[in-house]
């Protein structure tokens, strides 16, 4: 039907039709026409693809070679820059954890009553051989180096906890949580004071580091009753867990045995040290699917710590404290050393005091005036160095902050089992490595530290 048809003749006028020369034009709105003509730059996909209002092609953006170029630096700096993060905290954490380890055992050293050491003769007379007496004026402040030592990351923790509770939420733990946590606490508190102010000083520095390589005890027995059916490769973890107990045992047995035919009094202590000490990362090596009921009820304690440590640890920090000073108090008073001193003596031992050089003259053939021909002593008098102990300290608090905030970053990064736990295994071997050569190089020359070290300190 057309148009004329519809609306019949225009009155008046001719009739309505194309105009001329569009005869040919079609004029139709039909949707089905394929819209695939040149003038659209369209797709050339079959009449049934093809919708009216999909006209239009996508085209990717042109290739920029300088944005290529771009892209590809970027990507080679990530992979420097993880690189990089990887080797950079592996090595503040190994160097960190080695002078840490370095200086703790450098100032229990000078804990041992009536110490002796050999001392440099270039300023006195050459040709002759003199020993330096650590003085109780020297004890006293590398004691209380080591009780500042303690205390500044035991305040860290109040202070931390106090903030959260105050300011942020906190919940409160249940009583029977709270004892299991100060019992683990104050075991390992109790074991430390004995390890710093009895066992160390009484050992050579070498066997001393070594033996804080088996201070993990009950962690180790904690990690093997924690595994369970579901994990994988269980049976080769609990062998590792055996061989790993083995080798913590040495620290309760072999070298108890080897101080006992020394003739060393420490050599009873060294086991109760040891194992005291290892209860202070239980936390770490429980899991409630453990099959002991124990463990798995110390797993427990473990989840629910999440949501109540600031509260927890706000009062066990303050006790950690009052005990680590209570305990060194008393072990100091059992291995003979005078209490008196720590409070009369704190302020001079931190500045210039006199320390006592001995020249021992040994005589061929008896003498007449000394009945049996005994050794002369010579006693001659040196100013110490009064900022020794504080530095000292300065380094190992340092030391250590670095050590946990780069092993912190590790874990947070997910890089922790190259740049945390490695160097954190290899800091044991690379002390005793180091403190093998420094001893060796200062038994054969007591000159060779002079200018760094003051001649009469060093380790044991």
């Known amino acids: 039907m057309g148009a004329q048809e519809i609306y019949g003749k225009v009155s008046g006028g001719p009739l309505l039709g194309p105009r001329p020369g569009m005869e040919d034009v079609d004029f139709s709105d039909d949707d089905t026409t394929p819209l695939t003509e040149s003038i659209y730059n369209g797709s050339q996909r079959s009449n049934l693809e093809t919708k009216g ?6 085209l990717p953006p042109e290739q920029d070679s300088s944005s290529e170029n771009i892209q590809k630096w970027l990507g080679n700096a990530v992979k420097f820059l993880k ?26 050293s000078q804990l041992k009553p009536d110490r002796t050491i050999e001392y440099c003769n270039h ?11 650590i003085s109780v004026q020297e004890r006293v402040a590398w004691t209380w180096c080591i009780f500042f030592a303690f205390l500044v990351p035991e305040l860290g923790t109040t202070f931390r906890s106090a903030r959260i509770c105050m300011f942020k939420s906190c919940r409160r733990s249940s009583f ?15 074991g430390l004071s004995l390890l710093l102010f009895v066992v160390l000083p009484e050992l050579d520095v070498v066997k001393g580091a070594m033996l804080t390589n088996c201070l993990c005890f009950i962690p180790a027995v904690l990690g093997l009753a924690s595994r369970h059916h579901k994990e994988s ?15 913590q045992c040495t620290g309760l047995f072999i070298w108890p045995i080897v101080e006992f035919q020394n003739n060393n009094f420490v050599a009873g202590t060294i086991p109760i040290a040891v194992f005291l000490t290892s209860a202070g990362w239980w936390e770490n090596y429980v899991d409630r699917r453990s099959p002991l009921a124990p463990v798995r009820q110390l797993g427990r304690i473990k989840d629910r710590l999440k949501r109540t440590r600031y509260f927890v640890y706000f009062f066990v920090s303050v006790w950690k404290i009052l005990l680590f000073f209570s305990s060194m108090l008393l072990f100091l008073n059992l ?8 409070f009369s003596e704190f302020k001079s ?30 006693i001659l008098q040196i100013l110490s160095v009064g900022s020794t102990p504080f530095y000292v300290l300065l380094i190992q608090i340092t030391s250590a902050y670095l050590a946990y905030i780069f092993g912190k970053f590790a874990c947070k990064i997910c890089i922790q089992g190259f740049s945390f736990a490695f ?26 530290f002079k200018g760094s070290i003051p001649d009469y300190l060093y380790w044991t």
């Open 423 to 448: 160097p954190v295994n290899l800091t044991i071997p690379v002390v005793v490595s180091l403190l093998i050569s420094a001893c060796g190089l200062r038994n054969g020359d007591p000159c060779f």
């Open 335 to 342: 291995n003979g050393a005078q209490i008196g001193p720590l």
């Open 349 to 378: 031992s931190f500045v210039s005091h006199s320390i006592n050089i001995t020249h021992v003259l040994d005589r061929a053939g008896p003498l007449p005036d000394l009945p049996g021909g005994q050794k002369l002593e010579e």
């Open 53 to 58: 209002w999909d006209v239009f092609r996508v």
């Open 123 to 133: 300023d006195l007379e050459r040709g002759k051989n003199y020993a330096a007496k």
């Open 176 to 190: 029977s949580d709270f004892l299991v946590v100060w019992v683990f606490e104050s075991m390992h508190i109790v």
């Open 83 to 108: 690189v990089f993060a990887y080797m950079f905290t592996f090595v503040v954490v190994l160097v960190c954890g080695v002078v840490s380890k370095g200086t703790t055992l450098f100032m229990a």
């Open 233 to 247: 490769k269980r049976f080769l973890k609990v062998i590792m867990d055996l061989v790993a107990i083995a080798g």
